[in-house]
């Protein structure tokens, strides 16, 4: 099942229910106004949507919409809880390297997560605000679960059965503003701006193979204006799997019903690969060539990230997002 | 106005205006159901429920309720965004002392402020779940605000204006968490667990004079086990005004609508005036006795935290917490 959410000048947008292939969409305010409602009452929710999903995909309802990505909010155009893991532990490693920073040994085994704001998120189509090209504008490509209630304590076993929907995610940083952010040992605030999902959220079954109830095994497409940028493989070397980064951050709380975890920037060793940030791009770089060559972003850069199955159909639809010069009111 | 959210079983609550002196309440659900819903639509919302509240206070209104704190929520018992700073620069100090960190100068002119959880908040009389002892279990008594929309860039001085409640907050933490958790560098999760909030959120009018559009001028109390623990006010020694957290919270993305910004553990460097946590005790300890005698929380242990005005009346209500074993569901 995939399901969408409508822009439609409120601020939780309309939930739609979309077909495989991402033509076509249906509202069902009988069933749920919101993705959020619908995940508040999952358990009685899910079957009435999966029915109107097989019924779309079969043809058997007619009064459908056409599905357009750019018309789309983030599935979740705001959220409760939005936790993003460094689960590519190999990504760190490189970006801190990057900043001077030396990476602990215990990354390699305690899994690194960030508490992110998600009172505000972009669309998948929305520009990315470019205030002051100094702050040092990046992408992260990324993949997200959003769980159903999660008990405090709960095992990876378990946790794994709490996921509901994936999505994709660009996880935007502001990079020459975390050294000092993480100087003040208080984590990311300002560096960590609103991210951007991905027009659709999807079940776990639509992966069919890909989903092993840990990773998923299929690469991670980023185009950086018009250029491949990267395709590394989401199931290769993630060192925290999605069940780990749910259980690490329920270890001391409960997690609401539409909590939002990231993996962090999917990144492969296979650097023939590419990367899924300019962070990582200009470390190597740094490695190979002495310094730095791609700049970060500014005004008219444009990124998409995508992911596609084995028969090279589009799962999610795209973030498709240009960085546009941001004018404060005055 | 007071506004307070009855515990009905729903994820959200039902909103209800509360008289001045915390004995009546009613249910306005013409007007709102939810405080997020009256706080999504505050300009039309907010004359209606100062029409009850007035209507409440003169006695015009006779279908209303008996108010017991124990019977509400947090006034949110979820949100969007909840943004924790750091005001109390003296804090700062004395805690990173006890944990053995210097204090970069710069904490003095740049606002410390981490991202919190915000999806399952405690109600003001819930238990504190105690899963470890060794963890470290401790109170913070602070005060946060709730705006409206903020837009990214704001000044301080227009921040100001954004201010529309006012409430009470026990940031529960995991002491003996955060050494790990900030040396990986990407701050708080596990050691920052459901907070709770008092009963009643308020509007700026009902300070009188207290409330100087950037600092409350009112002590904060707590009782530790019943026995008076501090009683700093909130308008000394704040380093930075919730005019100027809003600003630094806002600097690279708006703010939604019910976003939560606290000020940080209440501490004067008068310290006759006590403190709002046991961190800060147990390091005036080691500083006169040689070291830290008063243990962190265990089971049975309690916390009240309350705000007087002038003539002694319970402003929020009481937040009146007992630390309770939390058993893990098999």
Known sequence: MKLATLKNNTRDGQLVVVNHDLSLAIAI???????????????ECKPKLEQYAHDLNSGKIK??????NQNMASPLPRAYQWADGSAYVNHVELVRQA???????????DPLLYQGGSDTFLGPYDAIPLVDEAWGLDFEAEIAVITTDVS????????SEKICLFMLVNDISLRNLIPNELAKGFGFFQSKP????SPVAITPDEFIQAWDGKKINLPLTTYYNKQLFGTPNAGVDMTFDFPTLIAHAAKTRKL?????IGSGTISNYDKSKGSSCIAEKRMLEMITKGKAETPFMKAGDHV????????????FGAIDQEVKQYAHAL
Do not use: C
């Not at 305010?29 to 358990?43: G, N, S």
């Not at 009064?63 to 357009?68: E, G, I, S, Y």
């Open 63 to 68: 009064n459908d919409l056409p599905f357009k």
């Open 194 to 197: 609103s991210s951007a999902f």
């Open 256 to 260: 609401n019903a539409g909590t939002i």
């Open 99 to 109: 900043r001077g920073a030396e990476l602990p040994d215990n990354f390699w085994h």
């Open 152 to 159: 405090m304590g709960i095992t990876p076993e378990k946790a």
């Open 304 to 315: 998409r990230i995508e992911m596609f199955d084995h028969e090279k159909k589009s799962l």
């Open 29 to 43: 305010p009988d069933v749920a106004h919101t993705l959020q409602f619908a995940l508040d009452h999952w358990e």
